[in-house]
Nanobody, 125 residues
Framework: QVRLVESGGGLVQAGGSLRLSCTAS????????MGWFRQAPGKEREFVAG????????YYADSVKGRFTISRDNAKNTVYLQMNSLKPEDTAVYYC??????????????????WGQGTQVTVSV
């Protein structure tokens, strides 16, 4: 069973940056697409970014395009989310997830097989 652990969240002022990491254990994720989702209080979990197994294909929600960058290091079994120009509306719990079928552009949370516990990102005005 693959276990995912996110880290790197925290409190940052608007306009600032954070880099989230998601490290897998209990199995390799190098053959799978990975995604980042977020969930704000009272809202549904939403797709943020996805990346194919090789890192060549990436997809982003319109709300983060141009500000966030997803990347991966398969040797470290780790996926990253670099978040720049953060806005208060980016405040949420951020989750990483594994898509075993390998479609990195799939924005449906129900399609993902393994999830981390999440890391809180809070952006202050």
């Amino acid at each position: 069973q693959v276990r995912l652990v996110e880290s790197g969240g925290g409190l940052v002022q608007a306009g600032g940056s954070l880099r989230l990491s998601c490290t897998a254990s209990g199995g390799t994720v190098r053959n799978y697409a990975m995604g980042w989702f977020r969930q704000a209080p009272g809202k549904e979990r939403e797709f943020v970014a996805g990346i194919g197994w090789s890192g060549d294909n990436t997809y982003y929600a319109d709300s983060v395009k141009g500000r966030f960058t997803i990347s991966r290091d398969n040797a470290k079994n780790t996926v990253y989310l670099q978040m720049n120009s953060l806005k208060p509306e980016d405040t949420a719990v951020y989750y990483c997830a594994v898509h075993k079928l390998g479609f990195s552009g799939d924005s449906r949370a129900a399609s993902y097989d393994y999830w981390g516990q999440g890391t809180q990102v809070t952006v202050s005005v």
